[in-house]
Structure formats: structure tokens, C-alpha cells
């Protein structure tokens, strides 16, 4: 009996996702992999394997999810560890990014992923078992980067939700991690994957420098390793007891640790107003 856990990864015809389903695949775990294109996916992973369910999924609709799911139940009998990795940045300052821009980057990199964990938990509540992944950013622990402000919030979101998810399902045995990547080499920040504003304002010189600057001088350079970050993922699910929250890249946990400081230092500092309102 084939014991190796059935895994099912969003956003898998590139990047991270990308990464995190070949690795899986090479170490002879089942796979769901989901994209909006599945001849893009099945050309990513350019490999025939008996273990590989590629999927054409729009996360954004529940029946398209429902049915992905469906589909690898029935094929692998089980499901044991859901990645929600699908999403795509947007940058623009809150003053440029229209309502349209900023719920779309909502639908795709949130209410995409709690469709998943909807339709996924039934099975996972009723084995009593599983893991279920969330892949935030760095920018949804501190929004401290100009022009990224509706991404940093979707990125927040999905560290909101993933603490209340791993409080609900954990007297079922499933847990919940939220992950925080910092940059890694992918082509995260190239192609479909970030999107521009359609009308930016000129006078937002520090968004527009940043913008720049990831454009052209950290993508490319990015000192993640996503080859590094998916044995990481791996051993995460392996874990007997996985943290809630997990920092992931050396950068994101510098950041990580002077947010954190920042924020200490910051509430110590007002302690008086704040604790004035009680009775």
C-alpha cells in the first residue's frame, strides 16, 4: 500500500508552485496541481507520470474548485496536504489602484484560497488528518513597502484567516501553517505574475522607485533558493507539530525580527494612552 502523502498545489505551472510540484513528483508523492492553463502546466512539468493529476482550475469559482477536489479524492482515494499558493501581485499606490484592480487581487489571493479550504476540509475533518498550507509574503507581516499596499493586504488577509483556520480545524488532527517568503528566484516579479497600475501618478516618486527597483534590480537577484524552499515545505508537512507561522528566506527573517521590535517598541512607547480608556 503506497503510504506517501496525496498533495494539492495552486498556482503550479510556475514559480514556487512550480518548484514544489516537480520536487514532490521526483520524491514519489501523488499530485493535484492546479492553473488557470493546463497545457502550460503539463509543458512546465514535461513529464508523463502515473502520479501527476494536472487540473485547469479558476479558483475563484467554487464549482471549478469543487470539482479539482473531487477529482483527486477520486483518483488518489485521499488528501493529505493543500499548498494555497496561487496568487499575483499588484502594484500601485492606494490612490492609483481602482476598485476593479484591487478586488481582483483580492479574488485570486484570497477568496481563492478559502475556496480551497472549503471545498478541502470536508475530506480532511472526516480522515481526522492533514495539512493545509497558506502563502502569504513577508508583505503580510509588515506593509512597510510604498506602492504595495492592496498585495500587502491580501498577504495580511491570509495571515488573518490562517490563524483562525489552525484554532477551528485542530481538534480534527489538520493543521494550518502561514508562510512567509521572502525573495526568491522565480519569476514572481516578471510576466502575469506582478501587475502594474493602469494609471499611476507621478508625484508617488518613493512607489515609483521601488516599483522600479523590483523590476529591474531585485528580480533576478533574489537570494532564495525556491529549489531550498520546497524541501522546506516538505519537511514542514512532515512535522508532528508545524508552527502556526513560518518565516521563510534569511531576508524575511531579518525583516521579520525588526517589525516585530519596531512593533514592541512602538506599543511599549504609547502604553499610557493606551491602557487609559478602561473604567
Known amino acids: 500500500m503506497d503510504t506517501k502523502k496525496v498533495w494539492f498545489v495552486t498556482g503550479a505551472s510556475k514559480g514556487l508552485g512550480l518548484t514544489l510540484v516537480k520536487r514532490l513528483l521526483a520524491e514519489g508523492y501523488s499530485v493535484a496541481a492546479t492553473s488557470r492553463n493546463v497545457a502550460e ?17 479558476d479558483l475563484i469559482n467554487e464549482n471549478s474548485v469543487e470539482t479539482a477536489v473531487a477529482k483527486t479524492v477520486g483518483k488518489f482515494g485521499k488528501l493529505d496536504a493543500v499548498v494555497n499558493n496561487a496568487g499575483y501581485g499588484q502594484l500601485g499606490t492606494l490612490e492609483e489602484i481602482t476598485d476593479l484592480e484591487s478586488r481582483q487581487n483580492f479574488d485570486t489571493n484570497v477568496f481563492g484560497s478559502l ?8 475530506h480532511l475533518r472526516a480522515q481526522k488528518s492533514g495539512s493545509i498550507i497558506n502563502i502569504a509574503s513577508i508583505g503580510g507581516l509588515t506593509g512597510e513597502f510604498a506602492g504595495w499596499g492592496i498585495y500587502c493586504a ?26 512567509y ?14 501587475r502594474t497600475p493602469k494609471t499611476e501618478i507621478e508625484e508617488y516618486t518613493v512607489a515609483r522607485q521601488l516599483q522600479t527597483a523590483h523590476e529591474k534590480d531585485i528580480n533576478g537577484n533574489q ?16 512535522m508532528e507539530n508545524p508552527p502556526v507561522h513560518l518565516v521563510l528566506g534569511s531576508d524575511a527573517f531579518g525583516i ?5 521590535n519596531a512593533l514592541q517598541s512602538e506599543i511599549s512607547d504609547y502604553k499610557t494612552l493606551s491602557t487609559s480608556t478602561d473604567y
Open 181 to 194: 517568503p521572502g525573495y526568491f528566484r522565480t519569476d514572481f516579479l516578471t510576466g502575469g505574475s506582478l
Open 154 to 179: 491580501t498577504k495580511f488577509a491570509v495571515v488573518g484567516f490562517t490563524e483562525a483556520l489552525a484554532a477551528e480545524v485542530k481538534e480534527f488532527g489538520v493543521n494550518a501553517t502561514v508562510v
Open 256 to 260: 521579520a525580527g525588526n517589525k516585530l
Open 223 to 238: 537570494p532564495g533558493d525556491p529549489e531550498k524552499a520546497a524541501v522546506a515545505l516538505i519537511e514542514l508537512v512532515a
Open 115 to 122: 475556496n480551497v479550504i472549503r471545498k478541502a476540509m470536508p
Open 41 to 57: 502546466l503539463q509543458k512546465a512539468v514535461s513529464e508523463e507520470n502515473s502520479k501527476f493529476l494536472p487540473l485547469e482550475v
